[in-house]
């Protein structure tokens, strides 16, 4: 008999044991199924979490961003002359910055922002201006709904243009008419050239939109805010931020730059980097605390089901005693016994394990619903969770089959 014909033989003989003492063969493999279910919800859970993290800060303009943002150099006592002679955070430090690696960086945006009276025909508010420069609308997820954005010329000389938020362009022109109409922030007189497209990001369905602040922003170029709304010569910043694609320049780059802004700010220590992507691996290197809290669940489960099976499949040999031993006494060596043992129990954890990922999904899927948020299900879960089952599996079935394999013919056969 061909080793293929043996293996059917085998597994035939299995399916039938198992068909036979089905409520026994349903005891074993519940340990496995709940192990199975256990993992694969866990990860599932887990990963749909941050796979809609991940989405939501694609939708802020992407993880591959360094930002610097001032901060106060001057924390406790009277400040010295240096430091209140220091000019914080200035264009000047984005066109360094960008000159470190030009080949490496996508884009440069710049921002200043101001609070100012805004007014139009149909409105009268108090309101937060941005202003911004370089590359700030894609860095920032924006897109131009209507009209169009800022020139290069109208950057440079701060020209008196400004582009509207959804929520901007309907309060202060609820017409809907926003572009080509006057607007004036304090005693500057503007002209709408274009409406931003609406954000919107809801974390879990119901729930408000994330993004609202977004739809409120009032764009005008940063050199407009610095110059003639803030009479600023040094054309200071509150952001600047370094689009990098390639995160392995990303460590090496922010080093350089600390240098270059240090060295600009007079050795003060004023100003403070983030890394987009950085701070997003940490979340998930914590996340992963939970992965593996999950892991080790589900490996209890595991072993508590292998520990059950191992003595269901003790007592069940007792029972099979006379049937090892005609086996035996017909020709079967111990070695086919043990194969023979080990196929049963590695069919019922194949079985065990395939209802395992069923009832995971089912449970990933009401958990996932109950949140609120779309079930995100990688490949590495399914190989997780049926690979320990696996695992375990064949480690718990080995004494049983060792135990069968090495019965006495004789004795076998006398057993009562």
Do not use: C
């Not at 931003?196 to 407009?224: C, S």
């Not at 996340?287 to 080790?296: N, Q, S, T």
């Not at 990688?378 to 064949?394: I, N, Q, R």
Request: no cysteine; net charge positive.
């Amino acid at each position: 008999m061909t080793s293929s014909g043996a293996f059917r033989e085998r597994l035939y003989g299995a399916w039938v044991e198992i068909r036979e003492n089905l409520g026994r063969s349903v005891l074993q493999a519940l340990g496995v199924l709940l192990g199975v279910a256990s993992v694969l919800g866990g990860f599932s859970i887990s990963d749909s979490q941050r796979k809609r993290s991940d989405e939501m800060f694609v939708k802020m303009g992407g993880l591959d961003k360094l930002n610097v943002l001032p901060r106060a150099a001057i924390k406790d006592g009277s400040p010295s002359a240096l430091k209140q002679a220091n000019l914080g955070l200035r264009d000047a430090d984005a066109v360094g910055g960008e000159a470190l690696k030009s080949e490496a960086i996508q884009g440069v945006s710049r921002q200043k922002n101001a609070r100012s009276r805004v007014v139009s025909t149909y409105a009268d508010q108090d309101r937060q201006v941005n202003g911004i420069g370089g590359d700030y609308i894609p860095a920032n997820g924006y897109g131009i709904a209507q009209g169009r954005g800022f020139s290069n010329m109208e950057m440079e000389t701060g020209a008196p243009v400004v582009i509207l938020g959804v929520e901007a362009a309907n309060t202060f022109f609820p017409k809907g008419d926003a572009l080509g109409q006057p607007l004036k922030i304090g005693d500057i007189p503007l002209t709408v050239i274009g409406t931003f497209e609406e954000r919107a990001f809801r974390f879990r369905e119901g729930q408000g939109n994330q993004f609202w602040w977004r739809n409120r922003i009032i764009a005008v170029p940063a050199n407009l805010v610095q110059r003639r709304m803030n009479g600023d010569a040094y054309r200071r910043v509150d952001r600047v931020t370094f689009r990098i694609p390639d995160l392995n320049v990303m460590s090496g780059f922010a080093q350089q730059l600390k240098n270059l802004v240090t060295a600009n700010h007079r050795l003060q220590d004023d100003f403070r980097l983030d890394d987009v992507a950085a701070r997003i691996r940490k979340r998930r290197s914590q996340g992963a605390v939970y992965d593996i809290i999950f892991m080790l669940s589900g490996v209890l489960a595991l072993v508590g089901g292998g520990i059950v099976n191992v003595n269901i499949q003790m007592a069940s040999l007792k029972e099979r005693v006379r049937e090892v031993g005609v086996k035996m006494a017909i020709g079967a060596s111990g070695r086919e016994i043990f194969k023979a043992f080990m196929t049963e129990a590695l069919l019922l954890t194949a079985l065990g394990g395939f209802a395992g990922l069923v009832l995971g999904v089912g449970f990933s899927w009401s958990i996932t619903k109950s949140l609120g948020i779309p079930l995100h299900m990688t490949p590495a879960s399914f190989v997780w969770a049926y690979g320990l089952a696996a695992v375990f599996g064949f480690l718990f079935a080995l004494v049983p089959a060792w135990k069968a394999s090495r019965l006495s013919p004789m004795e076998a056969l006398r057993y009562e």
